[in-house]
Nanobody
Framework: QLQLVESGGGLVQSGGSLRLSCAAS????????AGWYRQAPGKQRELVAAATSFGYTTYANSVKGRFTISRDNAKNTMYLQMDSLKPEDTAVYYC?????????????????WGRGTQVTVSS
């Protein structure tokens, strides 16, 4: 099973930027769809962005135009560039690998999760 380690979270002011990284150990990362989820206190975990191994990407409406997902399969690493951050982006962000994406829609999360990294955006 893949092991995933997120990094790059922190405290930032509204309007600022952060770049999250997810380092994966395991041989299947380069062929699996992968993505970022987040969970704010008292809320359900939600999909933020996902990317297939061949470059298709999809985003939650709330982050379109502000966040960019990318992956470096040679380095087994995925990134989430977050710009124009808002207080409502405050959450624990999780890396996930093995998503099911069919017809451009994310049907379900994969079985491999990281432990998460905290992102806090102050107003």
């Amino acid at each position: 099973q893949l092991q995933l380690v997120e990094s790059g979270g922190g405290l930032v002011q509204s309007g600022g930027s952060l770049r999250l990284s997810c380092a994966a150990s395991g041989s299947t990362f380069s062929i699996d769809a992968a993505g970022w989820y987040r969970q704010a206190p008292g809320k359900q975990r939600e999909l933020v962005a996902a990317a297939t191994s061949f470059g298709y990407t999809t985003y939650a409406n709330s982050v379109k135009g502000r966040f960019t997902i990318s992956r470096d399969n040679a380095k087994n690493t995925m990134y989430l560039q977050m710009d124009s951050l808002k207080p409502e982006d405050t959450a624990v962000y999780y890396c996930n690998v093995g998503l099911s994406i069919v017809g451009g829609r994310v049907l379900g999360a994969g079985s491999s999760w990281g432990r998460g990294t905290q992102v806090t955006v102050s107003s």
